[in-house]
T-cell receptor, first 111, second 114 residues
Framework: KAGVTQTPRYLIKTRGQQVTLSCSPISGHRSVSWYQQTPGQGLQFLFEYFSETQRNKGNFPGRFSGRQFSNSRSEMNVSTLELGDSALYLC??????????FGPGTRLTVL | AQSVTQLDSQVPVFEEAPVELRCNYSSSVSVYLFWYVQYPNQGLQLLLKYLSGSTLVKGINGFEAEFNKSQTSFHLRKPSVHISDTAEYFCAVKRSGSARQLTFGSGTQLTVLP
């Protein structure tokens, strides 16, 4: 079974731009969660989607948004990028209330 | 709300020595507990989890952890480490139930020395 895939793996943007990251969960998994990892703040929960509905949201500004499609693939979008948005963005999928499986992450650098 | 404290940010240890990575949590509700490992430039891999039942949990790669409810701890142990265990280790909690949100500790960098 293929694991969680995230594209792109690396991304460089400049301040003020917007970015879209993609996550394909493990086949059959309907829940997708997103996390931001930075050296200063560590791993922080962004949001979770289940069956195309946002079920839970972390404490991030409205510039961070996401969505989930009918095939469970998910995207997250960050608008008006700031230097502090530079981070590793991790996606995790799970089946019902089971273990979360993480993808390799997208490394976003904002210049 | 839940919180997780990993008491050591860095743990150096010699190869074949035992190691313990400490984790304490705080929560007003019942939680599930996890340990994840992250190798450089990779995502997180689950080492082990405690959902219920036996308080001693065995995971992959020879790791185990013990859930201590009275001390609100979930320390990770391995009796003999290898160079390949060098990585960052994260303790995490999740409210029991359907919510997926994981709250992570700040991580412990384990460095195994030859």
């Amino acid at each position: 079974k293929a694991g969680v895939t995230q594209t792109p793996r690396y991304l460089i943007k400049t301040r003020g731009q917007q970015v879209t990251l993609s996550c394909s969960p493990i086949s059959g998994h309907r829940s997708v969660s997103w996390y931001q990892q930075t050296p200063g703040q560590g791993l922080q929960f962004l949001f979770e989607y289940f069956s195309e509905t946002q079920r839970n949201k972390g404490n991030f500004p409205g510039r961070f948004s996401g969505r989930q499609f009918s095939n469970s693939r998910s995207e997250m979008n960050v608008s008006t990028l700031e230097l502090g948005d530079s981070a590793l963005y991790l996606c995790a999928s799970s089946f019902q209330d089971g273990e979360q499986f993480f993808g390799p992450g997208t490394r976003l650098t904002v210049l | 709300a839940q919180s997780v404290t990993q008491l050591d940010s860095q743990v150096p240890v010699f190869e074949e020595a035992p190691v313990e990575l400490r984790c304490n949590y705080s929560s007003s509700v019942s939680v599930y507990l996890f340990w994840y490992v992250q190798y450089p430039n990779q995502g997180l891999q689950l080492l082990l989890k405690y959902l219920s039942g036996s308080t001693l949990v065995k995971g992959i790669n020879g790791f185990e952890a013990e859930f201590n409810k009275s001390q609100t701890s979930f320390h990770l142990r391995k009796p003999s480490v290898h160079i390949s265990d060098t990585a960052e280790y994260f303790c995490a909690v999740k409210r029991s139930g359907s919510a997926r949100q994981l709250t992570f500790g700040s991580g412990t960098q384990l460095t195994v020395l030859p």
